[in-house]
């Protein structure tokens, strides 16, 4: 079982071996994925996700090349990545790096904001000492092997919605017009036909309204396109089936893309990684 999180850096956390690496991926939960990476040297190439990326350095400097300039993050922080933000990741030193990371969509950080209608918090500084919302990530983040309680997961989004709408400098501007019951059957149209080409007139179908339209609405709500929002969602079933340890053959095809080399250039460019990078880090702690 994986110990607790201590802020301080004693002991209560297991210690980077040298001649290790590994991902962790915890149980899937609606809204959120949490992860542990544990590596050296320059693992990620420049990638993006199509969620908030909220993160807490446990062992190690955690570098990374975010909205043209180089970051450095020690144990004690957090790292706050918004959607579709460019971004690359490596260890700083030859010791190696720890740490944990929550992938949180931001239809569910929405959910948390005082205001349905409210914009989506931006975070001008990716690297922030914040003693309370490390404790929250934490929280959830301490026990990768278990589910989150469902009452522990509404309380940690709207903590984490507050702590960060109390660090936004500039939030994303909000329409005058609120197309939010739209963009959500938008949303739900995709993730119910993630695995299948989505064409623009349907989409035009269930918000009533024009796909340019549309994108801007969508945009606005969710901090990314229909398009990216359906290839995230394909590239999140494929890397489940990889966690499973399903044969990179035909998890293309099912998952929706068109050919092997679509499938290996949008998982890059979403993870960093390619699929056989990743099936090798995650084969050890599969079950």
């Given at each position: 079982m994986t110990e607790a999180i201590e802020q301080d850096g004693e002991p209560g956390i297991e210690r980077l071996c040298k001649t290790r690496e590994r991902f962790i991926a915890a149980p899937a939960s609606?809204?959120?994925?949490?992860?542990?990476?544990?590596f050296f040297g320059n693992m990620f190439s420049p990638h993006r996700h199509d969620t908030y990326a909220l993160g807490i350095t446990m062992r190690g400097v955690q570098t990374f090349n975010y909205r043209g300039e180089y970051r450095?993050?020690?144990?004690?922080?957090?790292?706050v990545l918004h959607p579709d933000e460019l971004h690359d990741g490596g260890a700083g030193t030859d010791d190696g790096l720890q740490y944990r990371m929550l992938y949180?969509?931001?239809?569910?950080l929405r959910r948390g904001l005082d205001h349905e209608t409210a914009s989506?918090?931006?975070?001008?500084?990716?690297?922030?000492?914040?003693?309370?919302?490390?404790?929250?990530?934490?929280?959830?983040?301490?026990?990768l092997e278990s589910d989150v309680d469902p009452l522990l997961r509404d309380q940690f989004v709207t903590d984490i919605a507050h702590r960060l709408s109390q660090?936004?400098?500039?939030?994303?501007?909000?329409?005058?017009y609120n197309a939010s019951l739209q963009m959500?059957?938008?949303?739900?149209?995709?993730?119910?036909?993630?695995?299948r080409p989505v064409l623009s007139h349907e989409l035009e179908q269930v918000?009533?309204?024009?796909?340019?339209?549309?994108?801007?609405?969508?945009?606005?709500?969710?901090?990314?396109?229909?398009?990216?929002?359906?290839?995230?969602?394909?590239?999140?079933?494929?890397?489940?089936l990889i966690t499973l340890g399903q044969p990179l053959a035909g998890i293309a095809v099912e998952t929706g893309f068109s050919d092997q080399s679509h499938f290996n250039r949008h998982f890059r460019q979403a993870f960093g990684l390619t699929p056989g990078r990743w099936s090798e880090l995650a084969a050890p702690h599969r079950h």
């Open positions: 609606p809204g959120i994925e949490r992860i542990e990476a544990q450095a993050s020690n144990p004690g922080n957090v790292i949180l969509e931001p239809a569910l989506l918090p931006f975070v001008g500084d990716p690297i922030i000492h914040d003693p309370a919302l490390w404790a929250i990530l934490a929280s959830v983040l301490g026990e660090h936004a400098k500039t939030p994303l501007k909000q329409s005058r959500e059957q938008v949303r739900a149209f995709l993730e119910s036909n993630f695995d918000a009533d309204m024009d796909r340019y339209r549309l994108i801007r609405h969508f945009r606005a709500r969710f901090g990314t396109t229909p398009y990216r929002y359906l290839i995230m969602r394909r590239l999140q079933q494929a890397r489940a």
